[in-house]
């Protein structure tokens, strides 16, 4: 289902493979589900969710019906709030000069059962957030958990859930990743293996940097090389193109007044391929930024959203604990899951 390949100079190849590309990516739209009202009414709690992160005023800044329940000023910068049978796990993107070399240290580590991003691994591991590991013990029985991030954040997110370090015991557990790249190298487990309900990414449609690993067509390779800082062999090198989500992603892409679900087959084919953005006005940077994505989710055209009838009702997303899972706790008497 790609572009049409030419046998012409290898100069103009990639200029032809676009052209080709950009036919069939024209129609793509209507190749794609819609997000429903109630999953968008979600995704712009947990987007200002994962927004109070930058900001250093968290009691402040938490919406309604939150409360911060910890934080720790770790290598993964993050807090916890609760509310009614939920706790948000909220990891911070890229801030820091540490943030930085967190992304580029790309050669892949074992984490867990799997081979992980070695920047995102070592964000989150054991030793180096002793504080967030106690945290996540002292979490009560049945209580849902959901992880969280933007950028950086949201691979932290998902490396945690890699690690099989969250305790047994818990409700249903989700992640939710905002512009967020590939995280899984070489082999992607399902999400089900996983131990998730649902891990969603959330994209903007001229975000590059879920779209810069993974793909055979950008070769960041001869930047982060000359990082004096790192210690990368050449042989580690091509192995950026083997970066993976895992399988059963639920990719929602925020493109003009629209929230597209594409079809599992055209994730990385179509709507993550850095091709897409060719001939875009806008600067693709731009697009990540955090309050970017806050402003595509509130500018999306109610009239183009579909209607759903697995989630709450909008009405019942008036509070926070409405908004995610009606599930209580298993044992209703433990304060800290109330």
Partial sequence: MRGIRYPINSSDKSVV???????????????????????VELLKKLARLAHVSYDEALDAKLPDGLTLRATGRERAVWFMAQGLGSVFLVFRGTSEWKDLLANVQVSPDVYGKHRIHGGFASQVSRKANPILEAELARLPKGCNLHLLGHSLGGAMALALLASSRLPEGLGNVEVTMIGSPKIFHDMAPSVQELGARKVTLLVNHGDIVPRLLGDRKVDISRHVKHIKQLEIRDEDLPALANYKHPDGLNLVVLRGSQALKPSPLLHDQVWLDPTALAGMKKDPVTDHQMVEYVQSLDSLDPSKLGRSGLLPSLQSLRTWGDATFSEKCADPSVDDCR
Avoid: K
């Fill in 17 to 39: 493979e676009w052209i080709g590309d950009f036919v069939f990516r024209a129609g793509s739209d209507r190749l794609a589900a819609t997000a429903s009202a109630e999953e």
